[in-house]
Structures are given as C-alpha cells and as structure tokens.
C-alpha cells in the first residue's frame, strides 16, 4: 500500500493516488489529470474510485475529468447534498473494499455539511485505520474553516465541526496518520503548518484549536479574519453541477502581432502577462494585467473572472501549459492564446510599451518623507499583524477593484506588497483605471524590513 | 537559416521546418503538429507559411492542423487543383519573400498533376537558390511514382515527370540541396536510398532514373510494380477537402477488463494488439489483430479501415500516445482507448487467452518436408526478387483479406516475412477468418536466409 | 519539514532526505548519491548532516562519497563501535539542532551493537517527536535480524533488540510516523510488509513481534532463517573502514567484438548478461552469466565476489548506468564495460552463441513424468513453505555454488524458481560447470501453481 | 548514411557522427563526448574512427577522451605534424573504407600545416564523394584564418590555402555538401554565413573569397584583423601532446558560505559569477569576475588562465554542469565548485554584496553630455566598423588586462558592449583593479542605436 501525494501549487491542494497492488483510488482529484493516469501506469494499477471530501469551493474537482478517461472509476461523495454527478452517494460509516483495503467513510460535517473523511485500514493486517484523508476537516496545524457556507453561521459550523471532530476523527486513535486536501499557504485554513505529515495523535497533543472547549473553539472560529475570494461561488457551482470537460476546449493558439492586438481590444478579453514584475514595470503591453506565473492560479481567483477570455504575454510559450493550468484549476477555462515571441516580437514589430517605477527601497523612504506618495498595501488582512507603513493605505488586492474608488487618481501612487507580485498585479489594475502615475518597489516588504525601516504594528 | 528535418518514422515522410532569425517556414507537416511548434519555440520563430509539395495519398497533411494553432500562418499549395482549403493558390514561377529568403514555387506535374517543388534562396548571399523541397518529385537514388492518380495513364504521367524534372529541376544548378519528402522505406518510391541527404549535381550524375532517356523512363516506370494501398483513396480525399481537425476527436480511455470485453465486440470495434509478435503468438485475446507497433503506420493502412473504431492491447500504457500518431498520420482517427493493464490484467480477470505455433527455422523445414504445409509469403511483389521459399503461395498483407479464399482453411498455414511483423498480423487475419490451425515462424526470412537454406530466385 | 523517501529498488533499500527550510539532512545515503544532490537543489536546501542508522551489512553507504561532494556536511553515526571515518560520534541521547529542527540519537542496540535510532521534533510545534528513523531495528510489521553480527549470539542480540524496542522505540509515542531503513523484499527482515508507512501506534498494535513476551521474541528469532550472502561482510569491512570514492573508477568502455573476447578470458573477469531471462536461453555468449537487470544488485550479492571485473552483455547501452548503480550500490565496483551492439554485434561479426531450454511448465511436467529429470528448486529457505516440487532439489541460488558437487552433472538438469529469473541464473552457472544437458521453464512456479499441478507442503 | 551535426554552442564549434549502418565516424569531436556515445547508442552503432581536421588552437579537442570510452576507435589526423598521440598519421590521397563509405584524407595546409579535409563516398551508388568535412580549410561565406599559427607569415600561408582551395578542394565537384568545423560567430573566421549548410559549387560562385584572384585573396588576408586569444596556445599544445583524460579531474564541490569564503582568497582561486549582467550589477559578492553562462566559454579564453581554479557563484546548481562543459572545451579544467544555494545564501549568511550602477540608455547620453565619463568600448576590433561612440576607448575585452593602465582609475568609468555581457565581464574587472567608479549600461550598443543615438562611422 502506498500514498503518494500530488501537491497543486499555486492553490496548496493536496490529492492523493493511493494504491494496494493492481488497485487504486484518488482523493480531491484536480482538473489536469494525467498525473493520476501516470501514476496508476507507473504502479501497474488501475483506478477503481475517486473520493471527494467535499463540494469544494477554493478549486474545481477533476473527478469527471477523471472518469472521462477512465470510465470504470467510481466517483463517491457525501449523500449530505445534492450532487449532480457521480456514482455513488455515501453514507456515514459506509465501508468500501479495494483489494486488502477497506475505506470507511466517515461525515465531518462543519467546514461543508457534507465533508466525509476516508480512513482506510490494510485488513492483510488488521481492521483498524492506519490513514485517513481529513479533506478540509482537520490539517496539520489548524482545522477547516466555517465561514464559507454561510458567513452569519460561522459559529454555528464552528460547533458542527467541533463536534466532528472530536467524535469521529480523533477516536480513530493517536497512530492514525493524517492526509488533509491543503498545505501551507492555503486560502482554506488560517495557518497551516509548513510540515508535509501529521498523525492524529501529533494533532491531538499539538494542534491548538484541539486542546480548546468547545466555546472557546467557536470563539475563536468566529475571531478568525480570512479571505473570502468571489471566484469561490464560481467554483462551488461547478463543484455541484460537475465542471465542464477539458476536452471541450478549443486549443491555446500562438497569435501574431496582428492577430493578438486585434483581439486584445475585444470586450470581455484580458491580457495576462506572467513574466516577473521586474520584466513587467521595466516594459509592458499597455492594458495588460501583471499576474507573476508562480501566483497566476491564486491571483486569477482575486482579480479575473470566470467568463473573461485571456491572451497571455509570456517569458516563453513554454509556461503556457503551466498557466492554462492554474486557470483551469480554478475553473477559468477560457485560453484564447498566447504572443508569438512575446514582448520581444511585440516591440520588434514597432508596437510601444508602457513602464512604471520600480523604486529602490531606500529611494521610497526619501521619497515618501518629502512627497506624500499614496501608499496602497495590498496584502491579506491577517498579513498586517507582521506590520505596516505608517500612513498606507490597506486594500487587499482581492477588494481592490472594488475599493478603488477611495484612491486619489491624481496622486503619485506606490503599491506594496512583501515580494513585489500583488503590487505589481495592483499596479497593473491602477493604471489600466486612470491612475496617473504608479509605481512598485519590487524588493517590497521584505526589503523594508531587512533595511531596518520602521513598521507600525497593532 | 537552419533546415530541420521531421522524420516520421513508420511511413518515412520527411517534412522539414526552416527558419531564417524569426521567420519560418514548414513543409509537408504531419498532422500531429506539435513538433513544429516546439522547434518554433526553441528557434524563437513564428511559423509564417506552410507550404505543401502536392496532395498527398500516403498520410493525411496537418496543415489546417497547424494553422489551427497558428491562425497567422498561410497554407500554400498548387494552383492546379481544386483545394477545399487554404489560403495561397501558387502558380508556378511564384515568389514569396520571408525575411532574407525567396521561395519559389516550381510546379512539377509527373507524380500528380499538382506537384510543386519549392526553391528557396538565401538573398543575403544571393538570387541563386541553396536547397529545393522536391515532394515526391525526386528522392535520394529515386523519382516520383507516376502510378498513383490513375494506373491507366502511369506512362503518361511518367513523360511528364521526366520532362519536370529535366526542364525544371535539373536546371536548378548542380549546387543546390534536395529535400524530398520520404526517405527509405516509403512506399511512395520503389528504391529510395537511405542516404539522407543529397544535390541535384549527384543525383544528376548518380541517380539511374536521372541518365535514362525519355523512353527508357517511361518503360521503366511502366514496369515498376509498386504497392497500391486501400487507404491511399482516403488520405487522397482528406487531403483535398482538408483532413479534420484532432482536437475534435474523444480523448483516448483506460478500458477495464469489464468494459473492454463489452466494447470489443461491437460492431466496426477493433482490437489491435501492438505487442511484439512473439509475445502476441504467445498469448493473445481471441479476435485481436497482431500489429506491432513499430510497423503499425504501415500496417494500419494496409489492413484496416478508416471507419473502424479501434481498441487497443499494449505492452504498456506508455505507447498509446506513439500509437495513436501512427493511426492518425493516416487517417484512422477513432481509437476508444486501451485494456488497462494489459494481458495481464486480462489473464488476472480469469479471461483465455489464444495463441500460435511460432516455429523455429529448421524445425520448419523439416516439417515442410515431410508435411506439405501451406506457406504464405505475405511480402510486397518488388520484395519476392531476392527469393522466395519454394511452393510458398505469394500473397502481399495489402491483398490478404481479398485472397485469401484461395486457400485451404483446413491446413496448417504458415505465414512468412522477412521478421515476424507482416506474417503475425497475417496468421492473425487468417485465424479470424477460421483458419484451422496458424502458426509464424518469428525469425522470418531472414533467418532462414542465415541458415542458409534454399531460396528460389526468378 | 519535508521527508522524502528515496528507494533503491533491488535491494529494497531506503534512504531519506529530510528538509525543513534551506536545512536538510540524509539518513543512510547510498553510494550513488547524485539523487540527495538534486533534491537538494530542487528544495534550495544545504545538506548539513548525513546520517547513518548503523553499520550497514547488506549495502556499502554513501555518507562519504556525498562529503565528498558537499564538504561541509558532517557524518554522524555511534559511538558504539569504531568507525575509521566520519566526524560526529553521537552517544546516547545526544541532540542536534537543525533551524527548527532538533534530532535525538537513541542507541537502540539488537540488530547491530551500533543501531541508532533518529527521532525528530518540530520544535516550532513542539518538542515531541513527529518521525523516527528507525534504520534496521522496527520495519513495517517486522523488526532487525539478529543473526547477522554474529550467528552464533542471534539470541542474546534478540534479548537486546526487544529491549531497545520497548524501552526506547515504542515509549516515543503511538502518534510518532516511523521511517524504517528497508522495505518488502529486503534481506534485511523476514517479512516486512509492503505498506509504505506506519506509526509506532500501529505496529505496537498490529506488528506481531511488539506483541510477543521477550522469550516468545527471543525464541521466534531463533527460529528465524534468514539468507546469509557472502557479500556482508564486504559491505561490513567498508562500512567500517569508509568505502572508496566512485570518483576514482575508470569510466566504463564500449567493447567492440575483438576487444570483448580477448577481455572476457582473462582471470577474474566475468561476463553479466543483463537481458531478460528468455533472451538469455535463446542465445547467449558461452560462459556469461544470467543476471536479469531488475534483479542484479540482489544477484551479485549471491553469485559474484567484489573483486571480480565485470563485463556486459545489455539489451541497450542506455542500461549500463542502471546496471553500474546496483553493482556499486552493494561494493561491487569494478566495471570494464560492455560489448558494443549487444549480442547482435556479436553474431554478426561471426560468433557463436549457446541456449538452453526453456520448457513449457506443461511440457516440463510430462517429461518429469517419463524421464526423472534433475529438478533443482533455488529460492530462499523460507520461500519453500509454499510449496515444493515432488523429488525436487533445494539449493538456493546463495548457496548453489557450493553445493552443486551434490548433483549428476550428466542428469538433464532443470533449475526453478518462481518467475524463472534466479532459475536462469542458476542455470547459467551449472552450464559453465559441465553440466551436460541444463533447462530453465522460464514461467516458474508461478506458472506452475496457475496450472493447478501438484506442489508438495511441509 | 546520414551526418548529424553536433553544435557546442559558446564556441560556434561544429563536430560530426557520421554513421551508416552500424559504422560511424566522429570529426573533430569535443571533450564532453557523452553526446557521441549516445548518438552510436541511438543509431546502434560503433564508433570506429575519430578524424580530426587539424591540430585546433581554440578548443581542445576530445579525441583521446572519445577513445578512452571506445577503446577500439582509431584516431586519425594529418602526418604534417608530430601529434604525440593517436592511431593513425593520414597521408594525403589515403583511403579508408568503412563499410561502403570510403573516406578520402585531403591534405589541405593554409590554415595550419595540418589541415586535412575528409571527402566521403558512399560506394553503394558511386565513388565520387558526396560530402566533405572542410575543418577550418573553408567555411559558409568564409575561408580560414592564415595568421594563427604564425602571424608574421600570414600572407605567405594565404598562397598556400588559396592553393588548397583551388587545387584540392573546388574540384571535387559543385555538387558536394561541406560540413566546417564552425558556424557563424566562431573566432576562426571573420565572417562566417548564418547559413547552415552548402555546397562547394555554391561557394565557388557566392563565396566573395572564391571568386578573388590569387593575389588579391592574399592582400585580404593581411587586411583581416581578427582577435588572438591567449588561450590558443594553450589549446595547441594540449592538442599537440593529447590533452589530459577528464576522469582524472576531482568532482564540483557544493561549497558551504564559510568553505567558499576560505577558499575563494587563495591564489590562483577565481570567483566567477555565471548570472545574468543585470543581476550581477545589482548585487555580487566583491572581488568576483561576471561571466554571464552563455557566454562563459569565449569569455573564459578571453579573461581567464588555464592554471586558475575556479569557484561558481551560479542562479542554480542545474547550471553547474553546463558552466563546466563550456570550461573543458577550452582547456580550463580546475572547477573546485560552487557557492551552495547561490547568492541567497550569501546573503542569508549575512555578507555584504557590492553593486554597479545599470545606466538607462539616455541616462547615460544625458551624463556623457555634461560629465565627461570615461567609455570604454569592449568590443572587437572588426565590430568597430559597425559604429562607435564618440571620444569612447577602444580596448577589446581579450586586451583590457594588459591596457587597462592607459584608463585612469579615478575617473567615472562606463563599459560598454552590444548586449551587456562582456561590458559587465569588463567592468567586474576593472572594479577589482582599483576603479573608484564604474558601471555599465546593460542595454547595450543594441539600445543605444535603437534609441537613434549618434554613432561614428570610420
């Protein structure tokens, strides 16, 4: 029997291919599924169910891009909602057997009402669960969230999943290994730990929100300031309906100069550039929206929408699997193409670029001492425990669209974020709305701070 | 300026991608096209036509393949014909500017009405052309057939031929490069070289077809019998109203045992096994159809029909892909997919398999001498000149299925080629067909050639 | 925190790469270390420490050779016994600190007087241990060999080993992951199970030897029988004195036909056919000896001796590497090269090639019928519980040398073993002795037992 | 029979596997041959001689290394001269058969003494060569250099190559295919074609060399100025005596801040930093030389001696092999190792960094206008011609150590070349020889023209 883990990137999420001889399953599939069909090849197995933990909301479920290749597999989830897709609804305590496996599967409701928990024991050796698949119920570190169903019943999930968690996974037993659908980083859960393993009985010693009573668990599920991006309704839709196959779509074309700036002034058509922020500020195709490569799927999620149609601006046609990927992840399907020879053929065919300021970390400061720049932070708000700039401003970039409007156009604006990424994807967003002139320091905060400078904190 | 050179192994079409700085070109794509996107990519090119040397009856063109993925890109081919597609009718004499190149499009009717051969000169140097793709006008050692549009009027079309490429090719200068459009082992020459490359002054000088004179040409090209397969009508048509486009094609499946063994028996499904033919004779499912993958390109258009739906029993998942490129390079475009997990998987579900005798050399030919067994030579006609086994029945795989009437279905029949490949699928047609008892010798003809056993020659 | 699992297949060997931020640290390397390296580099970690749960017997380790390339990484192992390299001698209890990280060395004797277990908290969370690498004391469901330091005290090390699993191992915690040094099929445990992880909860459950009294544990290793290959104690005197540098090998050499035949008849140099068994019986050079690719590194053990040179006979050149690592993986370092073009090469240039027979299972039970063949059955002691041949002999392959005094050389001699890989070994090496008449059925007992024919139990 | 041309990219050199059948030939091979091991693996075949064109004065040639792996390879080159190794002293009209090709040693002196072309026929069709392997002898667009092997007797070696050309090598006949030891951008010609592929007749009409009489051919001989790299002679000598196996060198280190910091101050130890220009300028570790990656191999002969030992401050380790390639090929072989996790961990370990300015190109034209900065133009001589700045130094990279006393070290200095990599190289040496102030404006002379600044022609 083996686990192995399939981490999605850009969205921390976690599937899984496990496997026990010729016989295998997969958790939380996500939509770009060969890595599953290699796996099941590499091990010589064939996959027999897909397990979701839940309706997902923070990506789209790549089961039915799974049973479209593998039409035997079956796809099980909660019998708690509505599905409108799948072959088996399942009970709490329905037990599956695969081989020498037996899966149980166990509801957890609170982060969803229908979050299941798959524990599966290796009956060659005995009946009692050696791992189980906790979805969004229990990470290492935290536990799920409760706002998202329904924010006004965030306390009332909050004692739902208390409950499950206490009653039905911790009795599993403290030797039960534990394998959640995300990692650090993730947009699911405050602050997931960064170590990739847990047990129940790490968990169950040293994960703080399981050492509290049940109020003050609520309590501080009800303190807890997370983000709530729009694309996540998108998904849950699709996450009920069952997504779109891929095979649906039309393939990602190489435009030419010509071609590309005809259809780039079409409505609903978005150029994304995902070269670095530097490439971007020092030269750029004028309207186009930065979105560094390695943050595409996550900023996709904050600042596109589903029915928009996207041209990418590339480092090298190489990245556009990459991207088109984290689009897809997030149910953003819509590739239009990408620049041949990117900005380098757009420039050579005589087209202009528009620049921004890059400052220099120290140049900022002297410049914000005399100046009154406009200082927009675009960080999370839990980010702004770690300090801010005496006088910015806070907009997450997730409300920037919306919050805009509070900003001074005229005003010599400077966007900040820790790496320069979300700043220059802020900064992009400005200019594209009238703003006259904007400027990142790519450094961003993590240069201010190891310069020294002051940050304010609450 | 760079030429590359595209094998497609199987059918030994050659196209070719050339590019000068960020200007390409290709020639003759296939339709499994991402080859020339990649060397795009890696060149930093954009590809700007796309040029094709004449219809082609041998595998169907990825021109609207390639142009799918490259809206900007121009297919260009002959005036002399009505294409249902494309976007440059060129007439002979034409020149089109790319960059410092000037191509010009030489039209050389013989091997069909509408060959073109595409000159092309580096200007930075001079006017006079460095390398011409000559299609199948004139290969390494070889010239074009002249059998292919209407056997009737071969002779006809050979005077035509002989004065193209004596008026219009040769003319060209002794200096300049030829790149044609097969290599050795094609079926569209009767003796191309696999020297891989060549100049018109040696072809001029060396090539035998190049020093006949006009009549000598023609009577030669009368008395050439070449293989004339089914498919060729096919690729003809696709090739003239343009081939459909892949992306609209199902994507392949993982068939488990359950759904495999319901699939294969409906009507137009085919089970094509591309394991080598020792282990097919070893152990095969009942009514699948032995063609190994390396000759499957071939095979393929030889045995099966384009409308069939084909299934398929691997040696591992990892070659559907390269399967699946041979199948659609000559139009058969409906694979449903793969047995997952191979024969082995069909054993393990308690299936019976079937299997057939493969003789050794010697033990063949003791059993012919007593037995009086049914030897089937199933080798193209221009193959039987380096000998044939005495009392074999000379029957080419292109003609199997038409006759194999003529023979004894209650003898024990043995199928024979050079190695095993030609005379596995044949035994394997024949056994569909009730055959009462099949068997190969593997080793084939070269083998016993080695053995020094007799050969008759005419 | 990170842990990545690095198998080395054949020897069912595993080794860890451990990372938490830009720290990392390797637990029991193998020699050919580039694998560490490159996880380094992928993780953008620095390896600090290396390692070494014990003084390995059945593998020469490649804590040097990794210092080696990385000269700031210290070597760690007991203080129990002398080593002559290394640069930390860790004692009991002793902890080390790595960022977050801190190691705890616990001296778990049994297995070897050196074993050295590793625990490892995340200090971040907590001080608990997470993981333990437990080398060769704890497996998955099974626990150390006693027998090896010293045959004759298997005993008294068992009392040892039971004593440093309960009293050291197991008061860890049910909730601590353990990452053992061996997988199934190893040498190194009777039976360790083939599920890839566990936790110290789950075996103190479920492992049948945690569950047994110390007399019961004592008398059940004493009842053990266990390989022992003559190989050890080569891999013991390296691992103690530290083994020499890959670096200083010659580079391995493309033979062509002459080279390779003056080469291959000189003293001390043997040549290792690679190929699957059935290529080898089909034809194979006199005097070489089967030893199946996948199956090497475990067959050298057996059947070569460490200062022999090897000369090979591959399916391709691509797997020379393959094979090179699983010779130096367990000390046998010295590669000459391979014959260049396979045994393709050799034929034609001329040479002669033997075979043997390979017997269909039903046709080998005929002739066992009529004829009393010699039946030679060479897997390991405790592979005969399931079921023996009638009359058949039991040499394992480790021993084969040394007993095939005891049988009739001039006896039709056929070898067995369950997949026809360790049978075609040994019959190669019975060939090369005089064995007049030698066969292999290369389907095996798995065959055997699917045919329902008859198998002797005990 | 097919060519396959084996680019080594930073020297423009070109080597060649020329196989038919199952034999092959190597021209002129470099020393990391791996890349001719598996073309013989791919094509399976035998690497049977190694031909080189001449004794080289820019790379060192991989003859030796090549036979150590294939010890049955012949090494053959001219008997004009006394190589202390290799196999076989060809002699002018010397035939060698190798399967049906026939190989044809053409003495050809004017370059070197040395120099043989190799014109091959493949005897299967006829006798007359189809291909020719031209060495240094004749190029795309160009001739060899007379002045390298004695630079005073430059036009005296001119007659006798005009006379190699004329007498040897045009007669072979127009319609046959060269193969040069270097493409465009090579410092063995002055202008080599971008074309990457003739034929003698197409040179004989196009090529401007071809066409000049006896006299006039020479007078252009002298008139060429072309750059003397120090590093030749050292390449003549290793190729003269046989240069020294790569197996013998120690592997690359990964160094840890504290060991690379030791060691970096010792003599002969040299820090070079393979980054990008830009990034180099931002921040680097004082005292390092920059040589951008792609550039390494030229600069390396440029700035650098063979005796030094050499320490890599690289983006990633994945680089470190190709840094080592580009180092061999010319003859630089002490690579101690690389700085681990880069200039991040540099930082991290908290050490400073040192910084150039990066002038924006009209920033720079602003300064020059009032500041009177001190330009330095690193370029080549022949690159002169193509315009320079007005009151800019002329000091080619390969002489700035030797001039750079002529510049005054207190003055505000700017170095500057086409694309920022050897400006930046030069300014990282002028940084460590005492200038107070220098920088480089990254753009270039690309930019700066662009920019429709003033150039001034001679």
Redesign the interface.
């Known amino acids: 029997?083996?686990?192995v883990k399939v981490r999605s990137e850009g969205l921390s999420h976690l599937s899984y291919f496990v496997h026990s001889g010729?016989d295998a399953f997969v958790v939380d599939p996500r939509r770009d599924i060969d890595v599953y069909?290699k796996l099941?090849?590499e091990n010589?197995?064939?996959?027999k169910h897909i397990f979701e933990t839940h309706r997902n909301e923070d990506y789209v479920i790549g089961s039915l891009e799974l049973k479209?290749?593998?039409?035997?597999a079956r796809i099980g989830h909660s019998d708690a909602i509505d599905f409108e897709y799948g072959d088996d609804s399942l009970a709490d305590g329905e037990k599956i057997e695969m081989g020498s496996l037996e899966i149980t599967c166990i509801n957890t409701p609170g982060h969803t009402p229908d979050s299941m928990c798959y524990a599966v024991a290796?009956t060659s050796?005995?009946d009692?669960p050696?791992?189980v698949f906790t979805g969004d119920t229990l990470f290492v570190?935290e536990v799920g969230r409760t706002d998202l169903v329904d924010p006004d019943r965030t306390g009332e999930f909050a004692e739902v999943l208390y409950d499950s968690i206490h009653e039905k996974v911790l009795p599993l037993?403290?030797?039960?290994?534990i394998h959640p659908a995300h990692g650090a980083g993730s947009v699911c859960g405050g602050d997931i730990?960064?170590?990739?393993?847990?047990?129940?009985?790490?968990e169950?010693?040293?994960n703080k929100w399981l050492s509290m009573g049940r109020d003050e668990f609520v309590q501080n599920k009800l303190d807890q300031e997370l983000i709530l991006s729009p694309y996540f309704k998108h998904c849950e839709k699709l996450n009920t309906i069952g997504p779109p196959l891929l095979?649906e779509r039309?393939?990602?074309?190489?435009?030419?100069v010509?071609?590309f700036e005809e259809m780039r002034h079409k409505p609903e058509h978005v150029v994304i550039d995902t070269r670095n922020p530097q490439a971007y500020l020092e030269g750029c195709i004028p309207g186009s929206t930065s979105a560094y490569l390695g943050a595409l799927g996550m900023i996709a999620g904050w600042v596109f929408h589903p029915d928009q149609v996207f041209l990418f601006v590339l480092d090298?046609?190489?990245e556009m699997e990459e991207a088109r990927s984290y689009l897809i992840r997030v149910g953003y399907d819509k590739v239009l193409g990408y620049l041949?020879?990117g900005i380098?053929?757009w420039r050579?065919a005589g087209n202009d670029t528009s620049s921004m300021r890059n400052y220099e970390i120290r140049e900022l400061k002297e410049l914000m001492d005399k100046d009154g720049l406009q200082i927009v932070d675009v960080r999370q708000p839990h980010e702004y425990h770690s300090g801010i700039i005496e006088d910015s401003k806070m907009i997450p970039l997730t409300s920037l669209e919306e919050k805009m409007g509070s900003l001074d156009k005229k005003k010599e604006t400077v966007t900040i974020c820790p790496s320069g990424i979300r700043s220059t994807t802020a900064a992009s967003m400005l200019e594209m709305n009238g703003f006259e002139e904007v400027g990142v320091p790519v450094e961003g905060l993590h240069a201010w701070r190891k310069a020294g400078l002051p940050l304010k904190k609450e």
């Open positions: 029997m083996r686990v010729p069909l099941a090849e010589d197995a064939e996959i479209n290749r593998v039409p035997s290796d050796v005995s009692d050696i791992v570190n037993g403290d030797h039960v290994i730990g960064d170590r990739e393993f847990s047990t129940i009985g790490y169950r010693k040293h095979s039309e393939p990602v074309r190489v435009l030419d010509e071609i090298s046609p190489t041949a020879r380098a053929g050579e």
